[in-house]
């Protein structure tokens, strides 16, 4: 398999500084795509061992384009998390003054994140939309736009100053990331794990969606996300992209799994990886009666029973 | 009040054309506003009675600006929905063949929906993003790009031709408008109707979601759009929109507010209107044991028992 990652590009975006806090990105090729797409794609064809991408984020919550590619065609399987606090600073060419900026540019996903700043600093700048926030940078260096919101580490590789740092609308502002490859074997589990499945509903009746979460809570596994995405047959169609604590490896979770194979029209698995949020000792203990010793003990004794050896 | 409604604009979008639809329209001065949080603002200070914005699509999803307006500050009410199919066309300067077309422009919105179509006939041109489709079409106009996606209605507007009609690449593309005014009594029952409300959770054990899902569940109401959206508290933090079968008046919808509001952090209520999909002859009816009068009766017997006339 070739010793590269595909990532959504270009340079010195907050996705390649995400993807360099992974250890293994140090011993491979990090190849620059122009979208999320084509950076699965490829993965899909054998061009990468692996894509990087933004799949979560506090502001603008989940990242469709991402999940819809995750969600459709040849499946892909998630290894890795990262998660990146995004602060903004404002770029501009040096010697710039904040009463001197008439235009602004970043990625649109950026806007929601400084739309307060700019609101209370920048009343009168007008807003254009760039590929990346490295483009709208690129953009500022050429002159065509006065100020580029991007990270700090963007200034230096375009000539810029950073005029204001720091900036974002809400506290904690963080964007999640994902290392995406081929399905394979999960890694083992680390004790402080989640897993990413895709759930469609059989039918449509009062309770149905109640249903699918019942076989997550009756087990007590906490979900950490839910988004739903259109199916593309017509308003109100919708699937489920689910986040649930633990690992396909842990007795709760392989059985709720069983279940909605069981009850959900389809469901797609989409890996069991270690959670970036919480260290494995920090992870909370789970509810009683869900650990596998207790499965494992439940699932003898019933045996016992049949065996009239109770 | 005054006799306007504002609505996302420029004029010549499927905004427009959706909002025609409605008769109250034809009464009104109709003001196309720069986004929809300037046309919600609009009624928020009283400049309009009321604003017309996208709300859902089925390509798309939850259109994630709307939501979030409604979400926060100033409370609104929805009033009536709006169902549109949204095909595009090519529309370019007389006389352009597609052999000619290098650059393509549109909302952003428009990209998922013309992505296949884009790839199959024209795979080289350049996307070039644009405040709206008729912007776009303006753009084609004045000869910045050669093609626009847009309405058909735009192209008499802008001097254009259609070179293509019908273009999307889902079947059955739809987008929801709502009217959104400020607080009142909602209109009347029509015997198919929906309601909206947004919930935050009090806090995340297993089942917490579940929990809310079955206030509605165990009253027999389906759901129709379920849709997180952060809290902005951090990854993790969302609050839920959701639009549910059935009326505020109606009992077991009622009951069912009442029962999130005792068990929710807040519940936001966002209205009771008619749906656009069905008329109200085609509704289901309610599950057994879930129509006004099984409430009133059940009530009526737990009031009768307490008095020891059972």
Redesign the interface.
Known sequence: MPASYAYLGPEGTFTEVALRTLPEAATRELIPYVSVQSALDAVRVGEAEAAFVPI???????I??TL?ELVAGEPLMIYREV?LSITFALLVRPGTKLADIKSVSAH?AAQ?QVRNWLRAHLPDAVWE?AASNADAARLVQEGHYDAAFAGEFAAARYGLEALETGIHD???A?T?FVLVGRPARPAAPTGADKTSVVLWQRD????A???L??E???????????????T???????CFCIDAEGHIADRRVAEALMGLRRICLQVRFLGSYPRA?IAPGEARPT?PGTSDEEFMAASDWVARCQDGRF
């Open positions: 979560e984020n506090s502001v603008e919550g989940g469709t384009t819809d998660l649109p929601p939309s809400a506290e904690n963080q999640r449509d009746h009062p309770g969606l109640r249903d979460l019942g997550f809570a009756s087990r007590g596994i906490n979900l950490m996300l839910l988004q739903s995405r259109p593309g047959a017509g308003i109100g169609n919708y949020d509810p």
